[in-house]
């Protein structure tokens, strides 16, 4: 599966932007995805995670402002990102896979990976 994410930019805190994430090569109804994102100088972070079923979870730092969700007819997964902060600021990543995890906020539980995209949020 090949991932195309999109949608960064720079926004004022605040303000809002959705993140799309593309998948190709094959559907990815059945797989796990979820958001991370990599700050300048830090380690890639748990964002938000959707399941098969459409279940959700998010890491603290989000919680309440930004929202994952998935489209399997477009086989793309969105994350609604709402009311910015500065230190919101990060190159964002999605990921997906296919197999059974354990837990699903550690990069290691991911078998691809799209590009990334910047969201800058100025203060």
């Known amino acids: 599966v090949q991932l195309q994410a999109s949608g960064g930019g720079l926004v004022q805190a605040g303000g809002s932007l959705r993140l799309s994430c593309a998948a190709s090569?094959?559907?990815?109804?059945?797989?796990?995805m979820s958001w991370f994102r990599q700050a300048p100088g830090k380690e890639r972070e748990f964002v938000a995670t959707?399941?098969?079923?459409?279940?959700?979870y998010y890491a603290d730092s989000v919680k309440g402002r930004f929202t994952i969700s998935r489209d399997n007819a477009k086989n793309t997964v969105y994350l609604q990102m709402n009311t910015l902060k500065p230190e919101d600021t990060a190159v964002y990543y999605c990921?997906?896979?296919?197999?059974?995890?354990?837990?699903?906020?550690?990069?290691?539980?991911?078998?691809?990976w799209g590009q990334g995209t910047l969201v800058t949020v100025s203060s």
């Open positions: 090569g094959r559907t990815f109804s059945s797989d796990h």
């Open positions: 959707i399941s098969r079923t459409g279940s959700t």
């Open positions: 990921a997906g896979t296919r197999y059974y995890r354990s837990s699903y906020i550690n990069t290691g539980a991911y078998d691809y």
